[in-house]
T-cell receptor, first 116, second 112 residues
Framework: NAGVMQNPRHLVRRRGQEARLRCSPM?????VYWYRQLPEEGLKFMVY????????ESGMPKERFSAEFPKEGPSILRIQQVVRGDSAAYFC??????????????FGPGTRLTVL | SQKIEQNSEALNIQEGKTATLTCNYT??????LQWYRQDPGRGPVFLLL?????KEKRKERLKVTFDTTLKQSLFHITASQPADSATYLC???????????FGTGTKLQVIP
């Protein structure tokens, strides 16, 4: 059973471009969480999704950021018009139906976004 | 709002000794608290979860305590090994909602 997969692992964008980060949860998992980690800082919750539903996006900036978890395919975190401050590691985590973030979350390896 | 405090300074310890890491929180006591391990360039890996009605939890060489009076959790690694060197994160719920918040982590270095 493959773990949580994220791609790309590294992404370089120039200011103003769009960044698309993908996350494939573990097989059988229907809950996906996105976190952002800045150097020397903790993981910051961004959004919690279930299939086709955004459950909690309270940690996500109101502008330029969006997330989706379609019925088929990976979850996508989209950042429009990136700025230097968006440079960070973005982690995705998943867990099975019937659980929440208070249960074990399985993390992917992360996508390191660098904005030039 | 709930705040989590972990010692930001690295902890250096001799191989074979017990490493003790601290996680303090403010405000209300969480219903549960989790500990994760993170290696450089990798995602966190879940280690242990302890609930508010549990004083202590063990898993192999790991032990976690939870003191709601002190608003503190201690994470112990006994007979530490160089392979235990990593950053350890604590995480806890922030009000019973399906969302956890993570501390900044403590970097542990086990010296051979």
């Amino acid at each position: 059973n493959a773990g949580v997969m994220q791609n790309p692992r590294h992404l370089v964008r120039r200011r103003g471009q769009e960044a698309r980060l993908r996350c494939s949860p573990m097989k059988g998992h229907s809950h996906v969480y996105w976190y952002r980690q800045l150097p020397e800082e903790g993981l910051k919750f961004m959004v919690y999704l279930q299939k086709e539903n955004i459950i909690d996006e309270s940690g996500m900036p109101k502008e330029r950021f969006s997330a989706e978890f379609p019925k088929e395919g990976p979850s996508i975190l989209r950042i429009q018009q990136v700025v230097r401050g968006d440079s960070a590691a973005y982690f995705c985590a998943s867990n099975p139906p019937g659980t929440g973030s208070y249960n074990e979350q399985f993390f992917g390896p992360g996508t390191r976004l660098t904005v030039l | 709002s709930q705040k989590i405090e972990q010692n930001s300074e690295a902890l250096n310890i001799q191989e074979g000794k017990t490493a003790t890491l601290t996680c303090n929180y403010t405000n209300y006591s969480p219903a549960y608290l989790q500990w994760y391990r993170q290696d450089p360039g990798r995602g966190p890996v879940f280690l242990l979860l302890i609930r508010e009605n549990e004083k202590e939890k063990r898993k192999e060489r790991l032990k976690v305590t939870f003191d709601t009076t002190l608003k503190q959790s201690l994470f112990h690694i006994t007979a530490s090994q160089p392979a235990d060197s990593a950053t350890y994160l604590c995480a806890l719920d922030i009000g019973g909602y399906q969302k956890v918040t993570f501390g900044t982590g403590t970097k542990l270095q086990v010296i051979p």
